[in-house]
């Protein structure tokens, strides 16, 4: 369970570029992206997310190219998903919204290949440029 004052550290070092490699998991991205969609208009939390994401793996001396780094339609599809999860759980506070969001069967890893064949996911065109996928 995260506490406000730990949520906001995550985003405080995502946004300073200060949060080490090894911190930059899975959970961290969500925590960080609940966030900016519970705190700002969805498309400006895409936007700070994107180039937050870009700068930070700069920062890890990440490369941000068609192979690795940053990856759009990943970006956008949580964006998405987060988005979602706040308007149906609207009352909750940002705190509330995170671990809940974090227990959820909304936050697993894998669950983006529910939508996406994993292979077309991970392809250099779906890095680069989103794709929302069947519907």
Not at 2 to 14: G, L, P, Q, T
Not at 96 to 114: A, G, M, W
Request: glycine fraction near 2%; proline fraction near 1%; aromatic fraction near 16%.
């Amino acid at each position: 369970m995260y506490s406000r004052i730990e949520i906001e550290e995550k985003v405080k070092s995502f946004n300073t570029q200060n949060l080490e490699k090894k911190d930059w998991t899975h959970e961290k991205h969500l925590i960080v992206a609940v966030f900016y969609l519970k705190n700002f208009e969805f498309y400006d939390a895409v936007c700070k997310l994107k180039s937050g994401i870009i700068l930070l793996n700069h920062q890890h001396n990440t490369q941000n190219t068609a192979k690795s780094g940053y990856h759009e339609t990943l970006t956008v599809f949580w964006a998405t998903v987060i988005q979602e999860f706040i308007i149906n759980n609207f009352s909750l506070d940002l705190e509330e919204l995170v671990n809940t969001f974090l227990i959820s069967t909304f936050s697993t890893k894998d669950y983006p290949f529910e939508f996406y064949d994993k292979e077309y996911l991970m392809s250099d065109k779906l890095r680069a440029v989103f794709y929302k996928g069947k519907n």
